[in-house]
């Protein structure tokens, strides 16, 4: 495999790199020290023999994505369009909180699961990202604020991009770099359900949230293709056995739509499914999409379900949505110009 940019190398593959180039491989700790810990996006000052500042500059860019332009939302939202090198648009959004400071990644220029209710979907998928150009968009927040999570929940299947989305999470992980605990980094995923097998054999250092959506094959297979290759009995063995075999605690995020998940039959479908496991449920009402056929249901409707579901003692929480006003909520990162306020 060919990076453009250093920060997709592990420790052992700079290591290699430099031995294989007649440099001395302690040099690696130092490289990554200046690229994760000092954030420093220029070789320039770093303090190695020049013949090694001119191979690494030669070898691997430092700096990948352009900033195009920044939006900050009326609740303190923010979002950032760049362009990577080859000219592709990224999104990353940072949500603040009274204690906390997520940053949403994302993990592909678009997405090709085609997901009917999302803006990234009908974008279609210009290509995955690597590992280095996932970890900038981080490190670039971290520039302005201090980051306390990261979630895998921006642009782009995750686990359609399993590889890179790894080496970051280790990266984040590694108490040499970023030293995030893994309770800190949750990925994401539409239910590719072979590639959550692989995440519990890697090993990825993180928490693993899904998007059940809906709670029935038949609505849920009109919204998520991905439920014609594995439907929801595939899906919830692959949750099933990545809970059992890690200990730990997957959450599902399912998504209010009027007159198609926000019904009582659709409460009764989620409730069977959510009450023998240990599940949590986010659940989000829909944002505005690109569909006049989906709609979001009233705050009545929602606060209906919401009883319904409770009263089955089943923990449900309702995710507040965050910079709608800039199109940087759930589902709604698509490049799209619309309502954009620079900051
Ligand atoms: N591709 C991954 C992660 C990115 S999508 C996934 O699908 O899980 C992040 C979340 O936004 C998913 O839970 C998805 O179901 C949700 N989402 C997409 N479009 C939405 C919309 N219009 N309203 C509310 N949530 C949406
Ligand atoms: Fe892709 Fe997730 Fe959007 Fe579906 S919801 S199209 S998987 S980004």
Known sequence: MKFQDIKSLSQEELRLFLLDNGHK????????????????????????????CHLLESSFSIKSLREELKMQSADGTIKWLYKTPDNLPVETVMIPTETRASVCVSTQSGCAMGCVFCRTGSMKLNRSLEAG????????????????????MGMGEPLMNLEAVHRACVCLHDQKTFSMGKGRLTISTS????????????GTPCQL??????????????????????????????????????????????????????????AKNLI???????????????????????????????????????????????RNPRGRDILAACGQLSNNSLSKVAV
């Open 191 to 202: 239910g590719i359900v072979p590639k959550i097998a692989e995440l519990l054999e890697r």
């Open 209 to 266: 949230a899904v998007s059940l959506v809906a709670a029935d094959n038949e609505t849920r297979g009109s919204l998520m293709p991905v439920n014609k290759t594995w439907d929801l009995t595939e899906l919830l063995k692959a949750i099933d056995n990545y809970m059992e075999k890690s200990g730990e605690w997957v959450t599902l995020e399912y998504i209010l739509i009027k007159d198609k998940t926000c019904t009582k039959t659709a």
């Open 272 to 318: 069977r499914i959510v009450k023998p496991r240990r599940c949590k449920v986010n659940a989000i009402v829909l944002n505005d999409n690109e569909n006049p056929e989906l709609q979001a249901p009233s705050e009545q409707e929602v606060n209906e379900f919401l009883n319904f579901v409770r009263a089955e003692s089943v923990q449900i929480n309702i």
């Open 133 to 152: 150009e996932i970890l900038e968009q981080i490190i670039n927040v971290m520039q302005i604020k201090q980051v306390t999570n990261v979630i895998f």
């Open 25 to 52: 491989p302690y040099r690696a700790e130092q490289i990554r020290t200046w690229v994760f810990k000092q954030k420093m996006q220029t070789y320039e000052g770093l303090n190695v023999p020049a013949e090694l």
